[in-house]
C-alpha cells in the first residue's frame, strides 16, 4: 500500500508537470506554496533519475513557510538547480535543501558538495549557452534566472563553506501557514 500511495505520488507529479503548459509568452500564475512541499516534490522527480551514482537529498525546508510562486516554473528552476548539483557532486554526496525568512524575505537554498565554480567564470553562469560540461547545453541557470525573474524573486550564486556551490533563490514577502 506504501508503495501503491509513492507511485500514485509520481505519477502525480509527471502528470501535473508535463500539463503545466508553461510556455515563455504565458504570465506567470502565482499561488501559495510550501518551500517544503514543492522541495519534496522536485527531490521525488529527481530520485527517478537513476545515472549509477548514490546521490542523497535532503529537505530541510521548514513546513510552514509558504510563497507566491507559480508553482510550474518554480519546480522547473529546483530541478534545474538540483540536477546542476547531481552533475557536480560526486558519487555518496549530499545535495541539501533549506529555507529560512530573513528581512522580510524567503531563502531557499540548493547547496552541493562538488568541485565549486572557479572565481574566474562566476559572472558568467547565468549568461544562455555558456557552460563547463562536455555535454551540456548551457541553458539550465539561465532558464532558471528568468523563470525566478518571472516570479519576481532573483536567484544567485555563493560558493558553499564545503568548498561547493550554493544556489539562492530570494522571494519578497513570504507567509507562514497558520496552524489548524
Known amino acids: 500500500i506504501q508503495q501503491t500511495r509513492r507511485i500514485s ?87 541539501v535543501v533549506t529555507n529560512s525568512i530573513k528581512d522580510k524575505q524567503a531563502i531557499l537554498t540548493v547547496s552541493d558538495a562538488g568541485c565549486g565554480i572557479p572565481a574566474g567564470i562566476q559572472d558568467r553562469i547565468f549568461e544562455p549557452f555558456f557552460t563547463t560540461e562536455k555535454t551540456g547545453t548551457g541553458l539550465g541557470l539561465y532558464i532558471a534566472k528568468e523563470l525566478c525573474e518571472c516570479n519576481h524573486a532573483h536567484l544567485s550564486y555563493f560558493p558553499a563553506d564545503n568548498g561547493g556551490s550554493c544556489f539562492r533563490i530570494t522571494f519578497a514577502d513570504p507567509r507562514r501557514r497558520r496552524a489548524d
Open 9 to 95: 505520488t509520481i505519477m502525480h507529479s509527471l502528470v501535473s508537470f508535463s500539463h503545466s503548459g508553461m510556455q515563455a509568452d504565458q504570465p506567470c500564475r502565482p499561488e501559495p506554496i510550501s518551500m517544503h512541499s514543492i522541495t519534496s516534490e522536485a527531490i521525488q522527480l529527481m530520485s527517478l533519475q537513476q545515472d549509477g551514482r548514490n546521490i542523497h537529498y535532503e529537505n530541510h525546508c521548514d513546513e510552514n513557510i509558504q510563497i507566491n510562486s507559480d508553482r510550474q516554473r518554480l519546480l522547473q528552476v529546483l530541478l534545474n538547480l538540483l540536477s546542476n548539483a547531481r552533475d557536480a557532486s560526486n558519487d555518496e554526496a549530499t545535495i
